[in-house]
């Protein structure tokens, strides 16, 4: 009977080493413009190879009768002699070290496939490279490698003893049971796992005390034991802060909100950190725990911070070939009196150049323009929280109206947990519109309150996960007497369909309703409306709806200049699908689809759809992905174009 002991700190380093895999990149041409690159190559060798020696290789592998080929591909993917065959080596050393490197990968890549026999030998011109010199040199040009490889058989588990000082556990949970895979990978990942819910448990000092690892060649077994020592359950005690310069550090510890007493959870220290990190003060933040229980048996928190530059500005622009052009600017500073306050002064301009495309429709000439003024405090109602008040200026010329308007805002945004997020928010508002039935002013009050739901991968790029937001918007006009509740749904799926998150799909629906009120005593800011970049592209902006008449009648006194102009709508629904696929890293290519209606009942005429189709490009960058989208309308109107083009910073949703 043949035993091999397998040291676990040689199989979890030839695992991790294995990987590791060399990928070749596609050429591509790269291209300068004020003076940023695009699509170069970052792994372009820029020092010439000294001594260069090409080499050909090939591999062998010895069939088995429980392999179905899998094992043969994941060795091609492991070799980085094979990946790197077009490349030459650093003369006849560099040759003989790759291989030898290659072989440590190779002998991991059996490991993980459960092949705890196998045996893999590399030759160099004829030559078996244990055998090898570390002066030895190669005269053939192209130097002839061969890999050859004997897997021998799968490994399952054989005997399986854990040791946990008496805490229970579901062995089945880890896959460490007899007759399990015996892969090296699956076995460290459900060690990890089981140390890892132990120290879940309010452990902060489990560890490994004994292992030992022995394979059987005779019954193709593993026999695995470990003895883990997981500690007692320890309570936290005080925050400890340090790198604190500008910002308070007693406020930094009540932001962490880790509170003494209770049980230590390394779930609760990954919180305290997110909750510090969107205070936008720090651009480092480390939230552990101590070392070592304090005398009184309590485990203290230990949290380091660095704090960034606390003033900022920015710039941004859009443009669509119908919604025209727009720049936008904001400065603000990130800690205004030493506890994370801050302070934000928004500026845009929007719409230069925007035209309509009915000859009958107004003339949307007119440039937008607004401002705001932001102040946030955290922590008014305990860590998860934010208070926000603002000051808003608008000036605005869309196709249904214009309108100006000046609202004060002041309100609370509490973080449940981190994906859950409430907004309740008081605003009063004056604003005056106007139509095809002249110049309206309105007094408003309302509450808005959202709910949010986010557990996106990346907000900016989102590859998997959910975005979902729910609106109540109860509102009273005081000089009109008029009450109303508009309540509005988005959510947002992403779904990747393979490992590089190459293929993406994407979908978006939207629904809203207003209760309370005739469509005309509703301002008509407040109204639905759809059409544009952010909502069925392809169609105008607001031009999805119903309208007013195309012509004033005689005496009527309406206003002429809003004839054919959208009424907007008592409710809305909205869909989009798209799919987003990555030819390489930086670029995608997005086919997508949407659809929409607005109407002015209370529920959407599903019957009266406008769709929208189109093909996107996004360059994908560190700020976010660079968007461009051509779309055309698949039922249009008088008053559409025969396509529209959008082009800006982000995904459409």
Not at 296 to 309: F, I, S
């Amino acid at each position: 009977m043949q035993y091999r002991f397998l040291p676990f700190a040689r199989l979890a380093m030839m695992v991790i080493g294995s990987g590791l895999l060399a990928a070749s990149p596609h050429p591509a041409a790269a291209f300068e413009i004020f003076g940023l690159t695009f699509f170069e190559d970052e792994n372009a060798a820029s020092d010439p190879v000294l001594d260069p020696i090409n080499y050909t290789v090939t591999l062998t592998v010895a069939p088995t009768v429980d392999d179905d080929g899998t094992v043969e591909e994941d060795l091609r993917d492991a070799s980085t002699l094979i990946a790197d065959e077009a490349d030459p080596v650093s003369g006849s050393l560099g040759l003989l070290s790759k291989a030898k490197t290659d072989r440590k990968r190779l002998v991991a890549t059996l490991f993980e496939n459960a092949r705890y026999d196998g045996l893999v030998d590399i030759f160099i011109e004829g030559r078996d490279i244990a055998d090898l010199p570390p002066d030895a040199t190669f005269t053939s040009r192209p130097v002839p490698v061969s890999i050859r490889v004997r897997p021998g058989p799968f490994y399952t588990l054989g005997r399986v003893a854990i040791s946990t000082q008496g805490v229970p556990f579901d062995a089945a949970e880890y896959n460490l049971t007899p007759g399990s895979s015996a892969r090296s990978v699956e076995l460290l990942k459900g060690e990890a796992k089981l140390l890892k819910d132990l120290r879940d448990q309010g452990r902060p000092f489990v560890a490994v005390t004994g292992r030992e690892i022995v394979a059987d060649a005779k019954t193709d077994r593993l026999d695995y034991s470990i003895a883990i020592a997981p500690g007692n359950p320890v309570p936290f005690g005080e925050t400890w802060v340090a790198g604190a310069e500008d910002v308070d550090p007693g406020f930094i510890a009540y932001m962490a909100g880790v509170k003494a007493g209770e049980v230590f959870s390394p779930e609760e220290l990954a919180a305290a950190r997110d909750r510090l990190l969107k205070l936008g003060v720090f651009s480092s933040v480390t939230v552990r725990e101590a070392k070592a229980q304090q005398p009184d048996g309590t485990l203290p928190v230990q949290v380091e911070v660095g704090e960034r530059k606390f003033g900022f500005y920015g710039i941004g622009a859009t443009y669509s070939n119908t919604e025209g052009a727009g720049a936008s600017g904001y400065v603000g500073h990130r800690n205004l009196f030493g506890r994370a306050e801050s302070i934000r002064l928004d500026a845009s301009i929007s719409r230069i150049g925007a035209t309509a495309i009915s000859s009958q429709g107004r003339k949307t000439d007119g440039a937008d323009y607004a401002a705001s003024l932001v102040f946030k405090k955290p922590g008014v109602l305990g860590p998860e929280s934010v208070y926000v008040g603002s000051i808003e200026a608008k000036r605005e010329h869309p196709l249904a109206y214009d309108r100006d308007s000046f609202a004060v805002t002041s309100g609370v945004e509490y973080e449940i947990d981190r994906n859950q997020t409430v907004v309740a928010t008081v605003r009063g508002e004056y604003e005056e519109i106007t139509d095809y039935l002249g110049t309206r002013e309105y007094l408003l009050t309302s509450v808005p309150i959202s709910y949010t739901f986010d557990n996106r991968d990346n907000e900016l790029n989102p590859t998997e996960g959910l975005f979902a937001k729910a609106l109540v918007e109860p509102t009273y006009g005081f000089n009109t007497q008029t009450p109303f509740v508009k309540t509005r749904l988005d959510a947002s799926s992403y779904l990747s369909l393979s490992d590089s998150d190459r293929f993406i799909l994407a979908g978006r629906v939207a629904y809203g309703t207003i209760f309370g009120a005739d469509l005309l005593d509703i301002p008509n800011d407040r109204r639905f409306y759809a059409g544009g970049g952010g909502s069925v592209r392809g169609y105008e902006f607001q031009s999805v709806g119903p309208y007013f008449p195309s012509a004033v009648p005689p005496g009527s006194g309406f206003n002429p200049d809003f004839v054919d102009t959208p009424t907007g709508g008592l409710s809305l629904f909205e869909a989009s699908a798209e799919v987003r696929i990555g030819v390489t890293e930086s670029i995608q290519i997005v086919p997508f689809v949407d659809v929409g209606t607005v109407s002015d009942d209370l529920v959407p005429d599903f019957s009266n759809f406008k769709v929208g189709a189109g093909v996107g490009a996004r360059y994908i960058t560190s700020f976010g992905p660079i968007r461009f989208d051509v779309a055309i309308p698949l039922d249009p109107g008088p008053r559409d174009a025969n396509f529209q083009f959008y082009a800006g910073i982000g995904q459409a949703f």
